[in-house]
């Protein structure tokens, strides 16, 4: 199927007009596609720029729409770089965010996502990566220099539970079960770690590493029943919950065909379905899988413009989303797939993008971009 010829987003807006040169680096949306959270963020690449203890400080911010594009409450306020991920419980009640205020300086913060108040503020030492949080947002996981896991009660959260890394290693990304009893995260150093929940009371991490590789993303099935993490040379591993915990290594593994990178990873909520997209040269590739198990069956692959930063799946596999765009100040992309694989359609954008997000419903999409601008797409 062709995609249409045009396509436009419901809406579209820039958080921040005044500063146009930030990013948003990451977004979330409710199951139900009724509210949507971004981020602003940036960070200057030149081999000039200060990253030091007097890097200036800008306005950036926290902000949520509902599904018409109005906006619901923001959170500004002053970093060095800001927000590099948000997230939303899928019952679109709690709300959080992660990023770094200023060097040495990370931050977590929870947010009561009806009111806009700010329910936890929390300092790590280095800038956090990833948030994610269960789906009546009553556990929040943050990866940064550790895996830091939450538990709130009413609208207090408990001091951390921190789960260490090995020294020198930090976490890329983190992901956690619907229900809040599994959390998967992914390290610098190519570690893969499993812990179980039991309403709080965290068991043992049971780990397993690719040696020399960096887990880009991990990603959980919302039942719980699998994981799946991709990493540089282009490796997609497979996971079973149940079966990692009694041999700690991938169900199944796949090197994307044609890829260097594996840069994301997404997985359906039953587990059966997985989506990955690879760097391959200046564009890229973005494939589904099914699992098998044991094995993966490819169902099949397409080209994307450019380098691939993001997927996502609804919760019945039904759509496959693309964000892609590199470096920074090249045009990006995004893209959205059926199950068999027709592109439904592409929209583009000025500048790379990163996040795309589907609602579990697959009623909307929330997708950001370096070009300064949410949208939503239905």
């Given amino acids: 199927m062709s995609p249409p010829s045009t396509f436009s987003p419901v809406w579209k807006t820039n958080p921040l007009p005044s500063s146009s040169n930030l990013y948003v680096n990451s977004v979330g949306i ?12 940036y960070y200057n690449y ?18 949520l729409w509902n599904a018409a594009g109005q906006l619901q409450w923001k959170d500004t306020f002053q970093a060095t770089e800001g927000v ?11 709300a959080a965010s992660g990023g770094l205020e200023s060097h040495g300086k990370g931050f977590i913060y929870a947010y009561d996502a009806k009111s806009g108040i700010k329910s936890l503020a929390y300092n790590t030492p280095s800038r956090v990566n990833r948030v994610a949080i269960s789906s009546d947002g009553t556990f929040l996981i943050a990866g940064a220099d550790a895996t830091y896991v939450f538990k709130r009660s009413g609208p207090t959260w408990s001091p951390p539970q921190i789960i260490a890394c090995a020294a020198g290693d930090h976490v890329v ?17 190519g570690f893969v770690q499993l812990i179980h929940n039991n309403n709080g009371i965290l068991g043992a991490p049971v780990s ?14 919302s039942a719980g029943s699998g994981f799946v993490a991709g990493a540089n040379a282009a490796g997609l591993f497979c996971f079973s919950t149940a079966g990692f915990f009694a041999n700690p290594i991938p169900a199944w593994t796949v090197t994307l065909t044609g890829c260097t990178r594996c840069g994301s990873v997404a997985m359906s909520g039953n587990g059966l379905l997985v989506s990955a997209v690879g760097n391959a040269g200046k564009a890229g590739k973005v494939f589904l ?17 450019h380098n691939p930063n993001s997927t996502s799946l609804d919760s019945a596999g039904k759509f496959v989303t693309v964000a892609d765009g590199q470096p920074d100040g090249t045009p990006g992309a995004f893209y959205l797939y059926d199950a068999a694989g027709n592109l439904k359609w592409t929209y583009n954008t000025s ?28």
């Avoid at 030149?46 to 902000?63: D, I, R």
């Avoid at 397993?208 to 099935?221: E, F, K, L, S």
């Avoid at 009623?363 to 797409?377: C, L, M, T």
């Fill in 30 to 41: 409710s199951d139900d596609a009724q509210s949507i959270i971004g981020g602003t963020y």
């Fill in 46 to 63: 030149s081999k000039s720029a200060n990253h030091t203890t007097t890097a200036p400080m800008f306005t950036v911010g926290v902000f």
């Fill in 84 to 94: 590099y991920w948000v997230v939303l419980s899928g019952d679109g009640s709690w």
């Fill in 173 to 189: 990304s983190v992901d956690i079960s619907d229900d809040g009893q599994w959390i998967v995260a992914g390290t610098f150093n």
């Fill in 208 to 221: 397993w590493q690719i040696p020399n590789r960096t887990i880009n993303w991990v990603a959980m099935a």
């Fill in 289 to 305: 899988f099914s699992n098998q198990g044991n094995t993966a069956q490819q169902l099949w692959s397409d080209t994307t413009l």
């Fill in 351 to 378: 500048n790379m993008s990163w996040p795309m997000q589907i609602s579990g419903n697959a009623a909307g999409i929330a997708a950001g971009s370096d070009d300064s601008n949410v949208y939503y797409f239905s």
